[in-house]
């Protein structure tokens, strides 16, 4: 395969990503939304949504969708949100680092 051949192909490969993205913000927008109208407290369907959205957080509009269902749901379940956003740390934050300190309870730089 020439060099062109394979430029061609990996920038077919980043439209469909690109693609994929759009569409899957436009479905979980929409998820979003009515989880957040419908004030459920539903443990199991937030939590399935916020591992939707962790596999897209690579993508601002996606962090802002998780950020907000956060912030429904920690009033529902703190403990819960605050893993999940450890969750998103260690996937998708550079900067972050999670550290043991001597005393055996963790600590986040």
């Not at 920038?11 to 459920?40: C, D, F, M, P, W």
Request: a negative charge.
């Amino acid at each position: 395969m020439e060099d062109n051949e394979l430029m061609n192909s990996l920038s077919e490969v980043v439209k469909e990503h690109q693609q994929l993205v759009k569409r899957a913000l436009g479905i979980y927008s929409v998820q979003v939304s009515e989880l957040i109208n419908s004030q459920t407290k539903n443990n199991e369907e937030i939590q399935h949504l916020l591992d939707g959205l962790l596999d897209f957080c690579f993508d601002d509009d996606f962090l802002l969708l998780f950020k907000k269902v956060c912030r429904y749901y920690y009033p529902i379940n703190p403990q819960v949100t605050v893993n999940y956003v450890y969750r998103y740390r260690d996937l998708w934050d550079e900067n972050y680092q999670y550290k043991d300190n001597e005393e055996g309870s963790s600590t986040i730089d």
